[in-house]
């Protein structure tokens, strides 16, 4: 019993199990996390480190430097980076793709536990693993004209947070902007003096009266009591009557020398949305999770949170992923119905018949249902690439049915016997053919397993969604096919086929037959296309990952070096009304000393995010542009560089965050320095580089308070009593707690800001000294200077780095990247002593082109040993091969011709025609073998196995063809992503037909196949 025969007499039983995988399809497809990405562990991690005021170099020396070691002797570290700033630094740790990230991280934090000990006290180190989820994939702005800022900020810790966190798939949720609730005691400096009290005093009086603790047990009555002193302040009116010194019979309360009163912690960023000062809510989640729910819920809880805030407060949504995700679902899905529509109706025209086209069409929905079951078996979820997978998929997933169909069609127009039988054996014949053309197409697919770096973590889900695709494909083509064909085409009397003598056929056969016996042609048309795709693989621009619309974009600026908050803020207010002003504005959020992805900020640094309207507004990077240049224009002394979320995304998990970047070493600091200007100068003539940065980030300016020791002697005070006497002056001390419910407010003890804003007031601020207890000002041991501002340094594996950095606009980012090289590379043009590197997106995508590369030259590989495997001959393998390789020429020419840049999705495309060509060769060498078993002359049937082919050929081409049209269009947001592969499959195709039917049977004779099977066809018996 032969296959074929088996699958007709279990077809009831086949079937059911088809029918049940369709179903649970259906079921999983409601059930399976719905996200942007694919869950990717990128192994990154970064560490932030706060040690308090430190200048950078005092940082480098006895922080970040030692860090530095520990963690470089940890197993598997291949790059370490890091920016020191004032009293802050952070790094990124990379690890090899693959690395075990759980042990890493363990690993890391080992070993910056041994060397904190050594660290100055003070020191405190945060250590976090990097993945798609350090971004918000939702965030709320929550504003008020009544409402104060501690009472927005208090309603999102106390009554949002924890709603949000209870929603399923949600990692953390936290608050930016408004600011926490203390009480606050400004002591006042005449009434401290007249005293002969300090600050300090204040504040210890303030910890001694509020004091909870347990003095024991007691055992009374038979009970057993546990005794608490308990001297708990609860309101501003205790603060005020606690004791701060008797003297002379008079008792001193804090009342008599300062006020108290309620006032927000003091904090050093502003946090606004749509121009006026908001609470951002952020909502992070879980890997894995279901991002669309989650937003759903998110959304649904603030609209029940709306009437329980402050009477006046405006809630509104300035990012939410979801919209992304629903939008790109909704193109892929438009563009999968609509490319089975065009495919049947090419079905359709061929065959004549609706039942015959039902039961090719049939096979999309079974296999997509069938899909998902096996994604959601193996972890994934539907996203942009899982989806965008689907949808390229389908003109492969229809190609399987229609040949099979085709083939069954031919053969009862042969045969008298229209019944079970005859397409029982149509089957079996077209099993060899069958399995050869869906294996060249899965085989591609195996080298991608292997490829690493972000292209490998973003196109394994897609690779892995288009082999189980095609393996399905293949199974639903052998199994429900012909018994969907024998059941909706019962009653058909009549086949359609192509008239032998027809105009079609016999301008075909007479082309062919020319071309067979003049190869040359064949030669030099195969040769004129691989010249004109060189021209325009040289023409074309290259990219990284495909741009799409994602409805929002980032501003990142930063405001003149050593600029205060305040300053900074009132600047930026003027970006504001620019951005108020663009009509496809919805709404906005605006960070100043912080940024949404986390990471080192000075008070002069910031971010906008800027969501546009869903409709009815222009192209983001036509909106991103005109916002670029209005502020460069209106705005003197910020610099800005925009870029959309993904892009900054990416970005922030690779540790390359622009386009370009050229990164410039030398031990030399100044000299560095010094070099950065002149290259920023020299990369900004180049053609479409924009937003360029020096990289060098000056942390602002500082007052140095030195103290004479001699003169502290002898005032009775050292440096260090001195230095703790005069932060409690300038930021206050938080003395103690004071409880209410469940939640603890701090309780500062300060000066008023009127005593302690301005330089020379710091000179007369007054200190106590321990040994006797005088006041004397600050001016009496120590001198004031303003020192200059010092630059972030930033290292890159141990040795002094600067980042000149740019993005691209107008241009691909391959050329503009490669035309900077050349100006940095030039001779003399760095001083001796500095030396460069290409980084940034540029570098990625070199290193992402040379893994596709590879694979696609071990796809090439696997092809051909499978090629061997089914004919067992050189020749016909060769020949066969030549074809997609001269196809991918057609790519680069589809390309061009588009406009469209040269990424990693097209290359991808270019490495998917390499099984589409090679799986239509194998339909025409299958029948042209079976046409030498039954007698054909060897030239003849050259020449029929053409023309047999001829229907099946067009027809899988054009449906697969307008299958991938909705996606190469880009219809929705989406689906432009998927643009480049499917622009890239389309110009292969319109190649294949003529590579396939006209040169390759030219070319195989004339690499002597006619001889090979004359000399067979003599060594058989008569």
Do not use: C
Not at 55 to 79: F, I, K, S, W, Y
Not at 490 to 518: C, F, H, M, Q, W
Not at 923 to 929: P, S
């Amino acid at each position: 019993m032969n296959l074929a025969q088996f699958v007709s007499r279990r077809r009831r039983s086949l079937l059911t199990l088809l029918s049940m995988l369709v179903i649970s399809g259906v079921v999983a497809a409601f059930i399976m996390p719905v996200s942007l990405f694919p869950t990717v562990l990128f192994p990154r991690i970064a560490v932030t480190i706060e040690a308090g005021d430190r200048p950078p170099d005092q940082m480098e020396a006895v922080v970040t430097r030692p860090l530095e070691q520990a963690v470089r002797a940890v197993p598997g570290v291949q790059n370490l980076r890091s920016t020191t700033s004032r009293g802050s630094a952070e790094m990124s740790i990379n690890f090899a793709w693959g690395t075990d990230m759980n042990l890493a991280l363990q690993r890391v934090q080992s070993a910056l536990q041994g060397v904190q000990q050594s660290l100055p006290s003070g020191v405190t180190v945060d250590v976090r693993r990097m993945d798609p989820t350090v971004f918000p994939v939702a965030a709320y702005s929550l504003t008020s004209q009544t409402a104060t800022p501690v009472e927005l900020r208090r309603f999102a810790d106390r009554s949002l947070s924890p709603v949000l966190s209870t929603i399923n798939g949600v990692a953390r949720v936290t608050s930016q902007g408004g600011a926490a609730g203390e009480y606050r005691i400004e002591a006042d400096p005449a009434k401290l003096w007249a005293y002969g009290l300090s600050v300090q005093d204040v504040a210890t009086a303030v910890t001694g009266a509020n004091v909870l603790s347990s003095a024991g047990r007691l055992e009374d009555q038979g009970k057993l009591l546990l005794v608490l002193t308990d001297s708990r302040l609860t309101e501003p009116r205790q603060i005020e009557d606690v004791v701060v010194k008797m003297t002379g019979g008079t008792v001193i309360r804090v009342r008599d020398v300062a006020t108290v009163s309620a006032a927000p912690a003091p904090q050093w960023i502003r946090v606004s949305a749509d121009g006026r000062d908001a609470v951002l809510v952020l909502v992070y989640q879980q890997p894995g999770g279901n991002t669309v729910q989650i937003a759903k819920q998110v959304q649904t809880a603030f609209a029940k949170a709306q009437g329980q805030g402050p009477a006046d407060m405006q809630v509104k949504a300035w990012y939410d992923q979801s919209d992304l995700i629903l939008e790109s679902a909704s193109a892929l899905r438009n563009a999968i119905i609509i490319g089975v529509i065009l495919a049947a109706l090419v079905l359709l025209v061929f065959l004549r018949d609706w039942r015959v086209t039902l039961a090719a069409v049939v096979a999309v929905p079974a296999v997509l249902a069938a899909t998902t079951v096996i994604l959601k078996i193996t972890g994934q979820s539907f996203n942009i690439m899982t989806l965008g997978g689907m949808a390229a998929a389908i003109g492969l997933i229809i190609d399987d049915a229609i040949v099979m169909i085709e083939h069954i069609e031919r053969r009862l127009g042969e045969s008298e016997d229209k019944g079970r039988a005859t397409i029982a054996r149509a089957v079996q014949e077209f099993m060899r053919p069958l399995v050869g053309s869906s294996a060249a197409t899965i085989v591609i697919f195996l080298p991608l397993a292997f490829l690493t770096g972000v292209t490998g973590a973003f196109f394994k889900a897609l690779s892995i969604t288009m082999a189980v695709s095609l393996t399905l494909s293949f199974l639903v083509a052998w199994w429900l096919v012909p018994v969907l064909f024998e059941q909706l085409a019962k009653r058909r009397t009549k086949i359609a086929e192509l008239d032998p003598n027809g105009r079609l056929l016999s301008r075909y056969r007479r082309s062919l037959e020319t071309v067979v016996r003049r190869p040359v042609l064949a030669v030099v048309g195969v040769v004129l296309l691989a010249g004109v795709g060189i021209f325009s693989f040289v023409s074309v621009g290259s990219g990284f990952i495909p741009k799409i619309d994602e409805g929002g974009f980032i501003l990142d600026y930063i405001a003149p070096p050593g600029m205060s908050l305040t300053e900074t803020d009132r600047l930026i207010r003027q970006v504001e009304t620019i951005i108020r002003a663009t009509p496809d504005v919805d709404t906005y959020s605006r960070r100043t000393g912080l940024q949404l992805g986390g990471g080192l900020t000075e008070p002069n640094t910031g971010d906008f995010f800027i969501r546009l309207k869903k409709t009815g507004r222009r192209p983001i990077e036509e909106i991103m542009t005109e916002v670029r240049g209005k502020v460069l224009e209106s705005v003197p002394g910020v610099q800005i560089e925009t870029a959309q979320l993904m892009e900054d995304l990416i970005g922030d998990l690779t540790a390359v965050p622009q386009p370009i970047e050229v990164k410039l070493y030398s031990d030399n600091t100044a000299l560095l320095q010094k070099t950065a200007p002149i290259v920023a100068d020299a990369i900004g003539k180049v053609r479409g580089v924009a937003e360029i940065k020096t990289g060098i980030v000056i942390a602002g300016d500082g007052l140095e308070i030195r103290v004479d020791p001699v003169r502290a002697e002898l005032e009775g005070i050292d440096a260090a009593e001195a230095s703790k006497q005069i932060e409690s002056l300038l930021t206050g001390s938080v003395a103690t707690q004071i409880q209410s419910g469940p939640y603890l407010a701090d309780v500062r003890v300060w000066t008023p800001a009127a005593v302690r804003s301005r330089i020379n007031q710091v000179s007369r601020l007054m200190l106590k000294s321990p040994a006797d207890g005088h006041l004397f000002p600050v001016s009496r041991i120590a001198t004031l200077r303003v020192v200059s501002g010092q630059a972030e340094i930033a290292r890159e594996d141990m040795r002094r780095m600067d980042a000149v950095t740019a993005r691209v606009e107008g241009r691909d980012t391959g050329s503009a990247a490669k035309e900077v090289q050349k100006v940095v590379a030039k001779p003399g043009f760095l001083p001796a002593g500095v030396s460069f590197e290409m980084g940034g997106l540029f570098a990625e995508q070199q290193a992402a082109f040379q893994g596709m590369a590879l694979v696609f030259a071990a796809a090439v590989a696997a092809v051909f040993v499978l090629l061997l495997l089914i004919y067992e001959s050189f020749r016909i393998a060769i020949t066969i091969l030549l074809m997609p390789l001269a196809a991918a020429s057609a790519v680069a020419i589809g390309l061009w011709l588009t406009g469209v840049e040269l990424n990693i999705m097209a290359l991808m495309g270019t490495t998917m025609i390499l099984g589409i060509a090679t799986e239509v060769a194998i339909f025409y060498f299958t029948e042209y073998e079976a046409l030498l078993a039954e007698g054909v002359a060897p030239e003849t049937a050259l020449v029929q196995a053409g023309v047999n082919r001829l229907r099946p050929i067009a027809m899988t081409t054009l449906a697969a063809i307008l299958a991938l049209a909705p996606l190469a269009l880009a219809l929705g947001g989406g689906s432009s992503m998927e643009r480049p592969l499917a622009i890239a499959i389309i110009s292969g195709l319109i190649a294949q037909g003529p590579l396939v039917l006209l040169a390759m049977p030219a070319l195989y004779r004339l690499f002597g196949g006619l001889r090979d099977a004359e000399a067979r066809r003599a060594e058989q018996p008569a």
